[in-house]
């Protein structure tokens, strides 16, 4: 399937957010692309994008359309996902997606690069033919938690969130904007007025209290880390900022911990970067974050109060390693394998 030339690479939702960080993330990291496959919504087609130089016009998914594509990068909600994954892996494309479809199914790997890579392949090294992209909040979480995870175990994290209005796509950067401007919506967008406010609701209740937001960081963590017995307490909030997501995170911890060296092992892992130094006011922010690739960690503290107990702050661009970027690394992981 492969050429020295490259892959040939659709990208679902092109047109969106997440899609045209994907094409420039791909860009950027210089991915192998021998064609671009451009897939939107039929408002978009015609659209041209640019690669590389080169310009390719948008289309509309189709079971035609899928044909001779290797990978598949999906960002276009849910419902296309359900609709189109399975028409793309029959065609033969590997498909990584980004929506919840098939994030919680058994047999789908829910992908992390920095975390679980391994799980992209069976015994023989055959890659999933679908493989999920978590969601963003749980990605820079668990980018910060594994290297925790492994040294000293994990017993509970409470973690509460402060997202960027661009977790909700276009329409929820627009909402920001034309609130901004002074335009009442007969419907908010972010449940309430998203400007100069925090709402304490991202994507619907469910019966136990918990929004499907909360739900998502609860299980999706449980199953990248592979254990059930991982206590996650989320409370996810919705903040009228651009630039990525913070999450402050108490982490109960089951063994004893030196901070210096939880300091130096953070600062030594795959992914993280440490911005932390009080006396120079330096810590993580969506602002210093905005198109990054990496998880930014700071206010590192044992907890004051709980032994075995940490606190921390970890911001990451939602756009980048909370969705496009996570997902070309899980290409770049099949480069060769395929
Ligand atoms: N934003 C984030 O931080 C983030 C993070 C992780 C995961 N995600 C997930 O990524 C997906 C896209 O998010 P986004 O923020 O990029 O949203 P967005 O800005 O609203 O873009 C949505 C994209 O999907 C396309 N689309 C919508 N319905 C379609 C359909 N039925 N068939 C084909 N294309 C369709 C849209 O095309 P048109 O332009 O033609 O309408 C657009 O290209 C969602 O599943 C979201 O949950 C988002």
Request: net charge negative; charged share 25%; glycine share 8%.
């Amino acid at each position: 399937m492969s050429s020295e030339a490259g892959y040939r690479v659709a990208v679902l939702g092109a047109t969106g957010l997440v899609g045209r960080t994907m094409i420039k993330v791909l860009e950027e990291r210089d991915f192998p692309v021998s064609e671009l496959v451009p897939l939107a919504s039929p408002r978009s087609r015609g659209e041209v994008i640019t690669f590389k130089g080169r310009e390719f016009v948008t289309e509309v998914p189709s079971a035609e359309i899928f044909e001779g594509v290797d990978i598949a990068l999906f960002s276009a909600g849910a419902s296309a996902s359900k609709e189109w994954a399975p028409v793309a892996a029959a065609a033969g494309a590997i498909v990584i997606d980004n929506s919840s479809a098939f994030r919680m199914d058994e047999g789908i790997p829910l992908v992390v690069p920095e975390v679980n890579p391994e799980s992209i392949f069976d015994r023989e090294g055959k890659a999933a033919p679908i493989i999920a992209n978590p969601n963003c909040s749980t990605i820079q979480m668990v980018v910060a938690l594994k290297p925790l995870y492994d040294a000293y175990g994990i017993r509970r994290v409470v973690v509460s969130t402060y997202q960027s209005v661009t977790g909700k796509g276009k329409a929820g950067r627009d909402a920001l904007e034309s609130e901004l401007a002074g335009n009442i919506p007969d419907e908010f967008t972010h449940f309430h007025q998203i400007a100069f406010n925090a709402v304490p609701q991202i994507d619907a209740f469910t019966d136990n209290g918990y929004t499907k937001e909360e739900m998502k960081m609860v299980n999706e963590t449980r199953k990248i880390l592979d254990d059930q017995e991982l206590q996650v307490s989320p409370t996810t909030v919705r903040i009228p900022v651009y630039g990525g997501h913070g999450e402050s995170l108490n982490v109960e911890l089951r063994s004893d911990f030196d901070i210096e060296e939880v300091r130096a092992l953070l600062a030594g892992s795959p992914g993280i970067v440490m911005q932390d130094d009080p006396s120079a006011r330096l810590y993580p922010m969506p602002m210093t974050s905005y198109e990054r690739d990496e998880v930014f960690v700071g206010r590192l503290r044992p907890d004051y109060w709980h032994p075995r107990t940490l606190n921390l702050w970890v911001v990451a661009d939602n756009l980048r390693k909370g969705a496009a970027t996570n997902a070309v690394q899980i290409a770049e992981l099949l480069v060769g394998n395929l």
